[in-house]
């Protein structure tokens, strides 16, 4: 059974940092390109970063360019997301995505809210 469970989420405030995981189970995680997705009240789904299977390219938003970074470690199925300077901005909920060809698996979310 395919899972990604996604955590780290949480209340923030502005300036503050959140990391989030992403644990795969039941498919081989080191072959998908692994993303994190993000929704808002009322937006359309994001992508907010990708990164490939040997983690040796990954892809970024323009708005969270220079504050966010993704990494994975196969060895553990898991992939992060360390997120700094948080802004209200970024308050969504944030989704685990695995993709090869036309096998996508998604996670079911987790909350990220930047408030004072």
């Known amino acids: 059974q395919v899972q990604l469970v996604e955590s780290g989420g949480g209340l923030v405030q502005p300036g503050g940092s959140l990391r989030l995981s992403c644990a795969a189970s039941g498919f081989t995680f080191s072959v998908y390109v692994m993303s994190w997705y993000r929704q808002a009240p009322g937006k359309e789904r994001e992508l907010v970063a990708s990164i490939t299977n040997t983690a040796r390219s990954t892809n970024y938003a323009d708005s969270v360019k220079g504050r966010f970074s993704i990494s994975r470690d196969n060895a553990k199925n898991t992939v992060y997301l360390q997120m700094n300077s948080l802004k209200p901005e970024d308050t969504a909920v944030y989704f685990c995505?695995?993709?090869?060809?036309?096998?996508?698996?998604w996670g079911q979310g987790t909350q990220v809210t930047v408030s004072s």
């Open positions: 995505k695995a993709a090869l060809l036309a096998n996508v698996y």
